[in-house]
Every structure is written in C-alpha cells, then in structure tokens.
C-alpha cells in the first residue's frame, strides 16, 4: 500500500531531551516536508526537500533540524525541544514537489513536550 | 507573501442537506493550484477536490464541489447532500510553481453534521 509513515504516533518528552520524528514513503517520491498544525493556525511548513541531500527551510524552521540521506527517508529532529514545540506534526510527500503534483500525508505525530 | 482566509471557524448542517465554505486566497503567481483538505478526528489529512487556476470549469467530485471565482479569488466548497462522515476540519490550501512548493494553509473550519 502506497503510504506515508510516521513514527511515533503519540510522544510525550520534557524539555531539552532530544528526539527524532521519524517519516518514511514508499512511493518513490522526490519532495518530502515537514509541517504543524496549531490550534488556530491551521499547518504551517517546518522544512521541505526537493530530493537527496537537498533540504531547505520553511515558514517555521527555528528549532528544527532535518536530513535526507536516502529518498525514502525524511527524519524531522529537535535538538533541544521546547515547549512552544508542543505540536501536531504532519509528513508529507509529492511525486515530483512541482505546483501540479498533489501531497500526500503521514497520520501526524502528537508531540507533547513539558 | 500568499495567504489564506477561512471565515468560519464552525458550520454545522443536518444530515441530507447542502453547505457551503468559505475560502479566499491572495496570490501574486498567475499558476497555482487550489486544494480542499479533510480532516476528520482520527487527525488524518485527506484531499478532498484539487482545482487548477487556469481551468475556468469548477472541479467536482462526487458529492464535493467547488466556486472557484478567480477575479474575486475565492474557492469556496460546497457539500451536497451531507453525512455525519463528512464531520471533520476541513482546510482550504494554496499551492504555486515557486521555489518552495508548499501548501499554504488556512485556519480550517470545523464542520459538524447533525442527525
């Protein structure tokens, strides 16, 4: 089944530990994002790839960090999680990343950080 | 800067009848593509009906469709006859052919179905 993958589901962690939001796609797809969704403020764009080792910052880059070493791969990573960064995150994938191409989304990962 | 605007932030509709949601849209590009998202409480992001700028004919998709009136830059979805599946937030979304091909959200709106 063709998907997108985020692990984990739920992830409660206190503030300063670090932790990783894994995300993984098996449709062979080139564009990969990071967004977060926030209670009135609908889903803003942490950070996008357009393919390997390409990776560049969205709207709301501050506190994140991410790599693609593999196409399939998409870890979203918080060195020193706050807070500010208790969030719905969402994974996202597109064919080809161009205006046409529609994006596909992982389950979203509830982080809780205290 | 593109942005989008989501007025109501609740609707509510009996079971069977018809609502309509509201989006605007601001946009410099003149090639973008306009998309409504559901998502219901199991937090799942689900594309609903996707409409390309340049095409004057509204998309539709079964019991989904849109107004999308381009001078006025409004995209407004319509559900006919609803179902208490259709409960869910539903996020108006903008997405152009720049160098960052993100989606640009509105707030939502939360739309629940009432028997």
Request: hydrophobic share 30%.
């Amino acid at each position: 089944e063709a998907q997108v993958t985020q692990n984990p589901r739920y992830l409660i962690t206190v503030t300063g530990k670090k932790l990783t939001v894994t995300c993984s796609q098996n449709m062979n797809h080139e564009y990969m994002s990071w967004y977060r969704q926030d209670p009135g403020l609908g889903l803003r764009q942490i950070y996008y790839s357009m393919n390997v080792e390409v990776t560049d910052k969205g709207d709301v880059p501050e506190g994140y960090k991410v790599s693609r070493k593999e196409k399939r791969n998409f870890p979203l990573i918080l060195e020193s999680p706050s807070p500010n960064q208790t969030s719905l995150y969402f994974c996202a994938s597109s064919l080809t990343g161009t205006w046409d191409s529609p994006l596909h989304f992982g389950n979203g990962t509830r982080l809780t950080v205290t | 800067a593109q942005t989008v605007t989501q007025s109501q932030p609740e609707m509510s509709v009996q079971e069977a009848e018809t609502v309509t949601l509201s989006c605007t849209y601001d946009t410099s590009e003149s090639n973008y593509y306009l998309f409504w998202y559901k998502q219901p409480p199991s937090r799942q992001m689900i594309l609903v009906i996707r409409q390309e700028a340049y095409k004057q004919q509204n998309a539709t998709e079964n019991r989904f469709s849109v107004n999308f009136q381009k001078a006025a830059k409004s995209f407004s979805l319509k559900i006919s006859d609803s179902q208490l599946g259709d409960t869910a937030m539903y996020f108006c979304a903008l997405k152009n052919g720049g160098s960052n091909y993100k989606l640009t959200f509105g707030k939502g709106t939360l739309l629940t179905v009432n028997p």
